[in-house]
């Protein structure tokens, strides 16, 4: 009886013979008889051809039995009547190996490959990789490939020439679509990888019937002694130069700008901050001196009032009489008297109030310990406290060199010369230059 098995220790495809055959010389090694021993190792797959090949049994491993009709569904329901276990019957079994990891080194010769940017500069490059694939779907396999002219070196060879043909679409493709820079191209193996990967992996289960594990783009190689290596980089040279000089001067440009903006908006900001000292220096004199102020208003209203009055009381001012002739009228003449009885009775009030008023004297009152006088062309600009210094001092209205005086002071002295003073300087940034 025969021993069907495979002691094989790397294999892909293996065909079985009988003992004392030689696979290819007679048609008796096809002659399997009744009662043989078929042994299946784990990861493996014999599978037993009829007659044309169109009918197949697959025994899967771990198997370790004596053949019988019921262990071959073919041969019990075509064959097991005929020869009722008696005679030898006709069978090619094959082993496929599911196990093995099969790692292919695959590379794509130097061909010419175009950076985006610079169509008409062909540069050599090569891609160098593994692929590492195995055989899942064996039924898929044995359907794409005719086992008993199987050979495995030619198999890997159609299998690395299909991956080489893959890679050099992708690589260039990805130059294309993506506008990668050629001289950058080493940096993107990762989303190679990637790409190859799903455009090897679907091809390979179609057109070899094998599943992809993986596949390592290893390097992507420039041809760096070649003539369109030179004109590349010697193009991205100046590229590079130019625009890093077009940059340097649109910043130039820019701090230019800038400068000639804030020196403007400086002078503009110095005459509303004038104007707004001034008007705030009249605001509080004003509020010091309210009693005064008010007085001086109501006279003036009183002053109005008895112009309109005497205006009201002049012939021919405009009033209408009773007959339609220009002259003295009687209704402007009771206006005017109403008007200035009411103005003469607001004079009348303010002049009651104006003697109970506190007139200040005329030493100006004292000046709080918590700020400075400041001189301004020559002449005392008023009294401003150490808050308003401070937002002097950082619009520029204060300087280092600028005169101050408070009470208890001999003589005026320049500001950075006071030590509460000299603080509020080092917060300011320094003057911009003119350029």
């Given at each position: ?6 002691d ?33 190792k ?7 051809f ?7 049994d697959?025994?899967e ?39 093995k ?15 985006a940017?610079?169509?008409d ?30 050979a ?13 043909r ?8 990805m ?12 940096r993107?193996?990762?989303?190679i990888?990637?790409k ?46 130019a ?13 230019r700008e ?12 110095l ?16 509020s ?5 102020y ?16 005497g205006?009201?009381?002049?012939s021919?001012?405009?009033s ?28 009348a ?55 101050v ?27 911009i230059?003119?350029?």
């Open positions: 009886m025969d021993d069907i098995r495979c094989e220790q790397e294999y892909l495809i293996w065909k079985w013979s009988p003992d004392g055959m030689t696979v290819g010389k007679t048609q008796k090694e096809n002659a399997i008889r009744w009662g043989s021993s078929l042994r299946v784990p990861g493996e797959v014999a599978a037993f009829y007659g044309d090949g169109t009918r197949v697959y025994i491993g771990p198997f370790d039995e004596i053949l019988k009709t019921g262990n071959l569904p073919v041969l019990s329901s075509i064959l097991g009547l005929a020869y009722d276990g008696g005679t030898p019957f006709q069978a090619e079994v094959y082993f496929i190996n599911l196990a990891i099969i790692q292919t080194r695959f590379a794509v010769p130097y061909f010419d490959a175009f950076d940017r610079y169509p500069v062909a540069v050599p490059l090569a891609v160098r990789g593994t692929l590492t694939y195995r055989i899942e779907d064996y039924r898929h396999f044995v359907t794409l490939h005719r086992l008993s002219t199987f495995p070196d030619d198999f890997i060879k159609q299998i690395r020439d299909a991956v080489s893959y890679t050099k679409e992708v690589v260039t493709n130059l294309a679509d993506c506008d990668l820079p050629l001289l950058q191209i080493e993107q193996i990762s989303s990888n990637l190859i990967a799903e455009k090897v992996t679907p091809r390979l289960f179609q057109d070899f019937g094998v599943k992809v594990a993986s596949i390592d783009v290893g390097a992507i190689e420039l041809d760096k002694a070649s003539v369109g290596y030179s004109q590349l980089m010697s193009v991205t040279r100046d590229v590079t130069l625009t890093i000089q077009a940059e340097k001067e649109a910043r130039v440009k820019q701090i800038m400068q000639r903006t804030n020196m403007e908006n400086y002078a503009e900001t005459r509303v901050n004038r104007e707004e000292m001034q008007y705030g220096w009249h605001k509080r004199t004003q010091e001196n309210f009693p005064a008010q007085v001086e208003a109501q006279t003036s209203v009183g002053v109005a009032g008895a112009n309109a009055l205006d009201l009381g002049k021919g001012s405009g209408v009489n009773i007959a339609g002739d220009a002259g003295f009228s009687p209704v402007g003449l009771a206006a005017g008297m109403a008007v200035g009885s009411a103005v003469g009775q607001n004079i009030t303010a002049m009651n109030q104006s003697s109970f008023i506190q007139y200040p004297s005329q030493t100006p009152p004292s000046v709080p310990v918590d700020g400075y006088h400041i001189a301004r062309d020559g002449l005392d600009a008023g009294f401003f406290s150490m808050t308003q210094l401070q937002q002097m001092a950082r619009n520029g209205q204060l300087r280092p060199e600028s005169l005086w408070k009470p208890g002071m001999k003589n005026w002295e320049i500001a950075r010369d006071r030590s509460d003073l000299s603080s509020l300087f080092e917060e300011t940034p320094p003057p230059p003119r350029v």
